[in-house]
Every structure is written in C-alpha cells, then in structure tokens.
C-alpha cells in the first residue's frame, strides 16, 4: 500500500514521516551546534554544514508537507475532544514550521548575497543581491519556525509516549508498518 487511506498509513507517509523526522534532528543539531560554537570559525564552518544539510534535505522535506496535504489522513483513535484538537494542531504545526524552515533558510542565505554551496559538490548562486531588511525578516522567521518545531515536537513525542505506554492502541505501529489499522 502505497497512499494512505482514511484506515490506514501508506508506505509514502512512514517513510517520509522518518526521513523528515531524520532530517529535523540533523537541522536542529548543526544549527544548534553552529550557534553554540566557541568561535567564529568554527561557527561559520559548522553553518556551511547546516546549509548544505538543509539543502541536500530540502526536496524530502518538502514531500514530507505536500503529501501530508495531498492525502487522506487515517482516523485516529478515540480521545477526548480537547487532546483531538491538540494532536491537531501539533501535527500542522510540525509542517508549518518545516515550510517555514524551507523557505526562510534559503532566503536568509540568499538575501544575504550568498550562494548555498552543498558540500562542495555544487553551488545554488543567490537569485538576488544582498537585501538586509529580507535578510533579518528571514532569519527571524527561521528562529520562529526553529522554536515552533522545537515545541509542537516537544508535545508530539508526548503524544507518542502516552499512546505507547498509557493508551497502548496501535498507533506506533501504524507509523511503522503500512496498511496497519488500529
């Protein structure tokens, strides 16, 4: 099973679900790592690492959002209203800030008249000359959708904790093998 259905995940969903999930940790870790850096150099090293990272993830990322839109989502299981519309909002808050990450890095790099280099393999030349007021909105922006990652995963793997341990009702393995229903 490929696409999902209103029962169950498809093969596209959990492997994009973990590819992206993979890709949100190794983003937060270098530029994390980047900010924290003791030096200016290394801090400016551990950046280009985290540009061609979020380069070379872009196109998995952005699947990740489309597709999630483009499909039916499964029915979960039975709770009360108030966690439904939680689990709700954490979930689109989760792409949200990935679509916010995709377009603000980008342009916070090209805004500031900067090529994305990805590991030395290849060179995204900025569309356009250096602009400083775009440049700080999209940095801005990138910290908001960073910090709104941070939080809604924050509560997501809350959610996953108390479906695993409290609820036990399959939602796991839903995430892990397609065309499982609860």
């Not at 924290?36 to 150099?41: G, Q, S, V």
């Amino acid at each position: 099973m490929l696409t999902n259905t209103r029962q169950a995940y498809g093969w596209l969903t959990i492997a994009l679900h973990w590819l992206a999930a993979a890709a949100v940790i190794a983003m937060l870790y270098t530029g994390f790592n980047a900010d924290w850096a003791a030096d200016r150099e290394t801090q400016r090293a551990l950046m280009r690492v985290h540009i061609a990272t979020g380069a070379s993830v872009f196109l998995v990322l952005m699947l990740r959002v489309v597709a999630d839109y483009l499909q039916p989502r499964p029915v979960g299981p039975e709770q009360p209203k108030p966690l439904m519309l939680l689990a709700s909002l954490v979930h689109h808050a989760l792409l949200i800030g990935i679509l916010v990450q995709i377009v603000s890095g980008p342009l916070a790099v090209f805004s500031g008249g900067r090529a994305i280099d990805v590991f030395g393999a290849f060179s995204i030349p900025s569309p356009m000359a250096r602009n400083e007021g775009l440049h700080e909105a999209a940095e801005l922006a990138h910290a908001i959708g960073r910090w709104t990652i941070i939080g809604a995963l924050v509560l997501h793997l809350l959610g996953v904790a108390k479906h695993v341990i409290v609820d036990r009702d399959g939602v796991m393995r839903r995430m892990l093998i397609a065309g499982k229903t609860l």
